[in-house]
């Protein structure tokens, strides 16, 4: 606690008001994606960004949606939570567990959500609204389509828990919501703000104003793919520029995430890392990422330390002076004295991954479990990760003993009954793209297929916009 209350006293840029934070996170977007790590897709907000603050080298996610939402709201493991898949249309986060927001909350935060949630539906017990956000804008599921707002037959556009029927694109409409709810706070309190953008995750849908800025990528998937991701860079553009607008840039922790590594299948790219979302390899769980607070944190540096999803919850809470609410153990690490002055953090073995697919690290090693789509045939790889970041050299004829070892201890996380119900096993995901169809008019290349392909129980009806339980 004295050390909180000193960092109160020294930082400059609190000017006596405690710090926002905004936090931003893409969905599927992958290493290559970024025009700071050398792609041709253009993100010159996420550039400059990245110029600004703290670049992220070894971030970690979840290999899928929910399982990293979850790390990140309650800074422990999805998977002693039973989320090792996206959260289906029946599933939830527990109740019991207690979230970031709601510490920032009552801390005397004013908490705001825009974008993804993917956290639980069915029950409005739930919703952002009711877990800590004062106020909540977006989709509640997996994926939804970028104009018709629909997901799983229903219309999934909510308002603190209100159905909206609103015309628009799904990332600039997210944008719109964030720069309204930075504009309209109560400016006597700290802000904690929340934008989740959807892309770009499928289905693949942009507009022709973003389209025509790659009329030189000749794959479909990519072109499209990469015309989301401008679209969604213009918005992290546009809340940057809102915080300039309203004075509040330098008082303000500001974070940029992806939350997994990008589906090859629809257009992302992780290269040269190997693998992709899903699995655990690099390419699946290594994300681009930065953190930025001006006067506090070293512009233009990077972060070579590992930093994990599970490590936010300490790790914001720490940067703020803001005691953790929880009463459950953390899984994460504070990782605050690593950016701010890059003090080695002392890690143990930390694991990341889901449904078959796991990788631990522990002192420079790294195990991976891969179990292959539509198989339960799983295969383990050992590697020296720091050395060998693009996985090519696999050492567990070296070391079987080691990997056995690590294996083991993958095998000890207790792994209660899942609760990501209604969600098909390995296979059938939701929004997974498929060969790319014709051009819609006015919404690009919509290529994949309708995102209920493959879900059980595809004459579900509209039950989002009709009736929920609570």
């Known amino acids: 606690m004295f050390v909180r209350t000193v960092l109160w006293l020294v930082l400059p840029a609190l000017a006596g008001a405690a710090p926002n934070i905004v936090f931003m996170m893409a969905d599927d977007l992958g290493w290559n994606d970024v025009g700071y790590h050398g792609s041709e897709i253009q993100t010159p907000n996420i550039d400059a960004l990245v110029k600004q603050g ?10 899928l949606c929910s399982p990293t939402r979850v790390a990140l709201m309650t800074g422990r493991s999805p998977i002693r939570q039973g989320i090792d898949t996206p959260i289906g249309p029946n599933g939830g986060l527990p109740l019991d567990e207690h979230l970031l927001p709601q510490t920032l909350q009552a801390a005397g935060y004013q908490t705001f959500m825009a974008g993804k949630w993917h956290l639980g539906i069915e029950r409005i017990a739930s919703h952002p609204y009711r877990r800590g956000f004062d106020r909540s804008y977006g989709h509640l599921g997996a994926a939804v389509d970028y104009f018709a707002h629909n997901w799983l037959g229903g219309l999934d556009w909510h308002r603190n828990g209100e159905v909206l029927r609103e015309e628009g694109y799904a990332t600039e409409l997210i944008t719109s919501e964030a720069l309204d709810q930075i504009r309209a706070r109560d400016k006597s309190k700290p802000m904690f703000l929340y934008v989740a953008f959807n892309a770009p995750h499928t289905p693949l849908h942009a507009t022709d104003t973003y389209l025509e800025r790659y009329p030189d990528l000749e794959d479909s998937n990519r072109k499209v793919f990469a015309a989301m991701v401008s679209a969604m860079d213009d918005g992290v553009g546009k809340v940057l520029a809102a915080l300039e607008a309203e004075g509040i840039a330098d008082d303000t922790l500001v974070v940029w995430v992806s939350d997994n590594g990008g589906s090859i299948r629809a257009g992302a790219s992780n290269e040269p890392l190997r693998g992709g979302k899903s699995n655990a390899f690099e390419g699946g769980i290594r994300v681009p990422g930065v953190v930025r607070w001006n006067g506090v944190l070293t512009a233009g540096s990077k972060l070579e330390q590992q930093f994990s999803a599970h490590d936010w919850f300490q790790t914001l809470t720490s940067a703020v002076g803001v005691e953790p609410q929880n009463a459950k153990p953390f899984d994460g690490f504070d990782m605050w004295p690593a950016l701010k002055d890059g003090t080695a953090v002392a890690r143990d073995e930390t694991v990341i991954g889901v449904d078959g697919n796991y990788a631990i690290f522990r002192d420079g090693w790294k195990l991976v479990e891969f179990t292959p789509r539509n198989s339960r045939q799983s295969t383990r790889h ?67 297929r309708d995102p209920r392909a493959g879900w059980p129980n595809e004459t579900r009806e509209p039950w989002i916009d009709t009736a929920l339980r609570d």
């Not at 703290?54 to 290999?63: K, Q, S, T």
Request: charged share 35%.
């Open 54 to 63: 703290v670049e992220l080298d070894r971030y970690y996610a979840f290999p």
């Open 382 to 448: 050992l590697y020296r990760i720091e050395d060998d970041p693009s996985e090519e050299h696999d050492l567990i004829e070296v070391k079987p003993d080691l990997a056995a070892e690590l294996l083991a201890r993958i095998r000890s996380i207790p792994r209660p009954p899942s609760v990501s119900r209604d969600l098909p096993q390995r296979g059938a995901r939701p929004g997974a793209p498929a060969k790319a169809g014709p051009k819609a008019k006015g919404r690009g290349g919509r290529g994949p």
